[in-house]
């Protein structure tokens, strides 16, 4: 193929000049000036020409007259000449859409020949490819001979071949990449190596032969670690022969025989391991150790769900400790109960109860600890926000929760220094403080929470930490409105309330 549109040749006249050999002229026959002169030589050949005729005729033409006549030459019968099929004449029409048409094939061709290009598919097309050039060369002659339908059939024809050879490079990639995994298998990396190889020279970016050929690199050394896992499988030593497989499958995962040997390895290793773990809370169970026979019980069973010697070991140890679990926890939660560490005893009673939900201890210790839990956080939070108390209905709470506070029965030391805190953060709120308000003796001054001061210029008032809304009014003026807060320890500045807007 030229590897050309035939468009580039549209503009070349192609001329076929006819070869004629050169004939020499006639000469007239009564051109006598021009005839030669007859030399004695010539006169002496004519006489031995007639010497020579007259013996033939006398000696050997009478002996060849005598013989048969050969047999005549057969005649061969006619053969009917077949008419040439007349070429069709076809309209511009017609041969426009037939160049369209060989034109689109050639574009397809020519990403078709790229294609088969990059997979070099001229080294190992052999035959095929060979005809694929040929119709695609007598595709472009055609074309530019201007047989646009000759033209069409060729490049057709060419386009099959060439995808009849993209299917043969896919087969050819498909044999090598099984060819390849199966040298692998056998533990062939020189031929692996040698099947991928192919199949990158025809696919470059072929995932599958590229990781292909770096397990095969590391075949050598993956045998060599699993050599060593076995024999040290042999030997009993299972810890270093799973840590050798473990080698193996980190240089090639997809190794399965290394994969099959470490779960062979691992499951031994793991019922070795069961095996100890129940000697060893067997024992304690006889040490009568039930807490800790219980915990290696739970590790055996948790390797092994359905083991019926760790399920009743459990058991046993579980029906054992029960009561020392009881007795446990109401020491504990006693001692948490004397240190106020209220959320821990909580805890204690409820494992009591969950052990046997009727004792009486746990029942009335669970609802003493979550009593006095309520009542520190509740004094808590108001300590941690004392400004909550500057509103009268929280104050009043504060109230009620030192009272109750105060008749607890064997208070510890963080009750008491609760007690102390919120009492005197109680008496701040509730302890007025002396306040100055300032006008000019014509507005008319009313505080909310207070009620109506009138006309004045200074008064002085006493009132209790809180936030306060003082208003002023007069007639023909607008009313303003003060906002001011009343703080214990905090120097309290005159409020001024005065209407100075006229209407």
């Not at 193996?248 to 391991?273: C, K, Y």
């Not at 909550?388 to 008749?407: F, P």
């Amino acid at each position: 193929m030229t590897g050309k549109s035939p468009q580039d040749f549209d503009d070349r006249d192609q001329t076929i000049v006819p070869v004629r050999l050169p004939v020499a002229p006639k000469r007239a026959a009564d051109d006598s000036s021009v005839r030669p002169r007859r030399s004695p030589l010539f006169a002496l050949s004519i006489g031995a020409v007639a010497v020579v005729a007259v013996v033939f005729a006398f000696v050997w033409l009478p002996a060849w007259i005598e013989r048969p006549p050969p047999p005549p030459l057969p005649v061969p019968e006619p053969v009917a000449e077949t008419p040439a099929e007349p070429v069709p004449v076809r309209s511009e029409e017609e041969m426009a859409r037939l160049r369209e048409q060989a034109e689109s094939l050639l574009a397809t061709l020519l990403e078709q020949r790229q294609a088969l290009d990059a997979l070099s598919a001229g080294s190992w097309g052999d035959v095929t490819w060979s005809s694929y050039t040929t119709a695609a060369r007598l595709a472009d002659d055609a074309y530019l001979a201007t047989d646009f339908a000759e033209s069409v059939r060729q490049y057709e024809s060419a386009l099959e071949i060439g995808e009849a050879l993209l299917l043969r490079s896919r087969s050819i990639v498909g044999e090598a990449l099984a060819a390849g995994a199966a040298a692998i298998e056998s533990g062939d990396a020189a031929l692996a190596d040698e099947q991928y190889a192919i199949v990158l020279s025809l696919e470059p970016d072929n995932t599958a032969a590229k990781r292909g050929r770096e397990r095969a690199a590391s075949l050598p050394q993956v045998l060599e670690a699993v050599s060593r896992g076995d024999a040290a499988d042999q030997a009993g030593d299972l810890e270093t022969a799973a840590a050798a497989y473990r080698e193996a499958l980190t240089l090639d995962a997809e190794w399965r025989p290394a994969r099959t040997a470490l779960d062979s390895v691992t499951a031994r290793i793991a019922a070795a391991r069961f095996e100890t773990l129940l000697d060893q809370a067997y024992a304690e169970l006889a040490a009568d150790r039930n807490p800790e026979a219980a915990a290696i019980f739970a590790q055996a069973l948790a390797m092994r769900p359905d083991s019926s010697a760790a399920r009743d070991g459990l058991a046993q140890a579980e029906q054992g400790s029960l009561l020392d679990a009881v007795a446990m926890a109401e020491v504990r939660a006693r001692a948490f109960e004397r240190t106020e560490r209220w959320d821990q005893a909580i805890a204690r009673y409820r494992e009591a109860l969950a052990a046997d939900p009727t004792l009486t201890f746990a029942i009335e210790g669970l609802e003493r600890s979550q009593a006095r839990a309520d009542l520190a956080a509740k004094m808590q939070a108001l300590i941690d926000a004392p400004r909550r108390l500057l509103v009268d209905e929280v104050l009043e709470d504060g109230r009620r929760l030192l009272d109750q506070a105060r008749t607890v029965a064997e208070p510890g030391p963080r009750h008491l220094e609760q007690i102390e805190q919120l009492g005197r953060i109680v008496v701040l709120a509730s302890t007025p403080i002396p306040i100055t308000l300032a006008s000019d003796g014509q507005t008319e001054v009313t505080v909310y929470r207070v009620g109506a001061l009138g006309a004045f210029t200074v008064k002085e008032l006493a009132l209790r930490p809180g936030d306060y809304i003082a208003v002023g009014q007069r007639r023909g003026f607008r009313d303003v409105r003060e906002n001011f807060s009343v703080l214990p320890g905090v120097a309290n500045e005159p409020v001024q309330v005065v209407c100075t807007e006229p209407i």
